[in-house]
């Protein structure tokens, strides 16, 4: 008997898991693909929007009229991923990433759409490039951001120069505080003296 004929589910194991894997590859690859194409299509509609409302109409007027007369039109068209509320936030995604560049491809709507909630640039970019460092899902990314992870974070780091900062100030006040103990103790040793104590 030859090692083909013994183990023949050996083999198909073997030729099961290579295929599990080059499916999951494609997969993978087509998410991806998808996810870029999202990611591009919704940051360039949230640009014309932004082009559009610049080109004279109020603010307030532009998001009670345009906005709705797009979201029914598009909705029409290709789903109720074009509500009102999704391009606000493709809207928001623009003017929070203006550089193209600063979209980062590894993350996804969801994690665009959180990051969105939060108005400090700073914070923000430290939690998507913290996301995409760590492969926070976007489950993680919300949790983190609830539980202000980049505060807590940023306050525990700048916690020794306010310390020292402290300890600092005291230690002045000390050393002011003993150059004018003596002088009250002379003003009052004077002033018993002078009221005949």
Not at 36 to 54: C, F, K, N, P, S
Not at 72 to 81: F, I, P, R
Not at 115 to 130: G, H, K, Q, V
Request: some cysteine.
């Amino acid at each position: 008997m030859t090692n083909s004929e013994e183990h023949p589910s050996t083999q198909n194991e073997h030729l099961l898991v290579d295929i599990r894997r080059i499916v999951e590859q494609a997969r993978g690859q087509v998410k991806q693909t998808v996810n870029t194409a999202m990611l591009q299509a919704y940051w360039q509609i949230g640009r014309l929007i932004v082009e559009d409302e610049q080109g004279g109409e109020t603010r307030a007027a532009y998001g009670k009229a345009t906005l709705k007369r797009l979201s029914q039109q598009l909705t029409t068209d290709y789903g109720k991923e074009f509500d009102i509320t999704n391009l606000r936030n493709m809207r928001r995604f623009y003017l929070a990433f203006e550089k193209r560049d600063a979209v980062r491809l590894e993350l996804s709507w969801t994690h665009y759409r959180t990051l969105l909630r939060i108005d400090n640039s700073t914070a923000r970019s430290w939690y998507r490039d913290e996301a995409i460092l760590q492969k926070w899902s976007a489950r993680a990314l919300e949790r983190q951001i609830g539980t202000l992870y980049y505060e807590r974070l940023l306050s525990s780091k700048n916690k020794q120069p306010v310390e020292q900062s402290i300890i600092n100030t005291l230690q002045q006040f000390l050393l002011e505080l003993c150059k004018v103990i003596p002088k009250i103790v002379e003003t009052q040793n004077h002033g018993e003296r002078c009221n005949g104590k």
